[in-house]
């Protein structure tokens, strides 16, 4: 059974942080990888970071590299995303997914909001 619960959104002014964390369950030591991924109104689902569960490879897109770190603690089964310098249109719902069977994403938390506005 693959569950993911994501928590630390919030409120937050530009140019402020935030850190995401994302529990995870199930046998993560066999899963590829995770990611987080966001949705603003009116958009459409957007990857931010995935980092591989074995090795710790990370990757980001050009809109928040140098902003954003992933990272996994694998004892607690726990993976975060720590959000720096912050900008109003990082304002979304951001989603913790994993990718157990393959490299596609295939589980998915519930979201947390993130606003980011003074």
């Known amino acids: 059974q693959v569950q993911l619960v994501e928590s630390g959104g919030g409120l937050v002014q530009p140019g402020g942080s935030l850190r995401l964390s994302c529990a995870a369950s199930g046998r993560t030591f066999s899963w590829y990888g995770m990611g987080w991924f966001r949705q603003a109104p009116g958009k459409e689902r957007e990857f931010v970071a995935g980092i591989r569960w074995s090795g710790g490879g990370t990757f980001y897109p050009d809109s928040v590299k140098g902003r954003f770190t992933i990272s996994r603690d694998i004892a607690k089964n726990t993976v975060y995303l720590q959000m720096n310098s912050l900008k109003p249109e990082d304002t979304a719902v951001y989603y913790c997914?994993?990718?157990?069977?393959?490299?596609?994403?295939?589980?998915w938390g519930q979201g947390t909001q993130v606003t980011v506005s003074s």
């Open positions: 997914a994993a990718a157990v069977a393959s490299y596609d994403y295939d589980y």
